[in-house]
């Protein structure tokens, strides 16, 4: 079965990085784009970032363009979101999600991972 299993995230202060991973497992990982969704207490969710099977795309949402980069490793079955000069309003539970027609429609997503940024 389809199984995300995502780690990596924590408390973190203004300005500061946090790498986010996610193991995939159960389907062909190469052959399926992936994105990172988050959802920050009280709010729906939101697509940060994408990337197609290749990795010859990605996409970022306007909030963490130039902030985040979206990678994977084929090889190793992994996803990984590098967030770098995280603000307070990065705060929020983080998903892998794996795409289904598009980079905002999804079949599965894992477990999720906090993100906390405050001082």
């Known amino acids: 079965q389809v199984q995300l299993v995502e780690s990596g995230g924590g408390l973190v202060q203004p300005g500061g990085s946090l790498r986010l991973s996610c193991a995939a497992s159960?389907?062909?990982?190469?052959?399926?784009?992936m994105s990172w969704v988050r959802q920050a207490p009280g709010k729906g969710l939101e697509r940060v970032a994408g990337?197609?099977?290749?990795?010859?795309?990605?996409t970022y949402a306007d909030s963490v363009k130039g902030r985040f980069t979206i990678s994977r490793d084929n090889a190793k079955n992994l996803l990984y979101l590098q967030m770098n000069s995280l603000k307070p309003e990065d705060t929020a539970v983080y998903f892998c999600?794996?795409?289904?027609?598009?980079?905002?429609?999804?079949?599965?997503w894992g477990q999720g991972t906090q993100v906390t940024v405050s001082s």
């Open positions: 990337i197609s099977s290749g990795s010859s795309s990605t």
């Open positions: 999600a794996k795409c289904l027609a598009s980079w905002d429609t999804w079949d599965y």
């Open positions: 159960g389907f062909t990982f190469s052959d399926y784009a």
